[in-house]
């Protein structure tokens, strides 16, 4: 049985670790607050601003939860990323569909898939191992655990990001993200 290390909620302009208060945004609007969020880690990774708002919110919800987590180290294939939303990358698809009248945009159309996400936090911190990206109706952290604990017995899987990551085509957004560990 995996153990859950941290559990992460970001919606309405907050993030809640463990339950307590983490940050809580100036605004509520997915783009200012992501950008707040961002200053308030003081991370420094230039490529993040070319990042669609889905890949921006997984990204910055694995940064916090691994702040801290000293025994989770770069270049492995022992963390696995697991992630599910129901719109998949539909903010982004429209946003890439507005782009083809004038000029196609190639840098919006590289994040018209919802996995792109899951190629940042491995880049970032070069992780090599196993990941999925669920399309679900709804959250069902059930079965994403499970699904976590057959990484964890067939693979070299030690440690997993897992949970939902949503930015919907009114930029209605919530993550609900934990570390685990096997």
Not at 161 to 176: C, F, K, P, S, T
Request: hydrophobic share 40%; aromatic share 12%.
């Amino acid at each position: 049985m995996s153990k859950i290390i941290k559990e992460l909620v970001i919606e309405q302009g907050t993030v809640l670790l463990n339950g307590e208060t983490f940050f809580k945004g100036e605004s509520t609007e997915i783009g200012p607050f992501l950008k707040s969020l961002y200053k308030h880690l003081e991370l420094k990774y230039g490529k993040y601003f070319k990042m669609d708002l889905l890949s921006k919110l997984g990204f910055l919800g694995a940064e916090i939860l691994i702040d801290g987590a000293n025994e989770i180290v770069p270049e492995t294939d022992e963390v696995a990323l697991v992630f599910a939303n129901a719109s998949s990358s539909l903010n982004t698809d429209a946003n890439y569909q507005e782009s083809i009248a004038d000029i196609p945009s190639p840098a919006v159309f590289v994040y018209t898939l919802p996995n792109i996400v899951i190629g940042e936090i491995s880049i970032r911190h070069k992780f090599y191992g196993e990941h999925m990206f669920f399309i679900q109706t709804e959250y069902n952290k059930e079965e994403l655990l499970k699904y976590t604990e057959s990484l964890f017995a067939e693979t070299n899987t030690k440690y997993a990001i897992v949970g939902w990551l949503e930015v919907d085509m009114n930029n209605e957004y919530n993550a609900q993200l934990m570390l685990c560990s096997k």
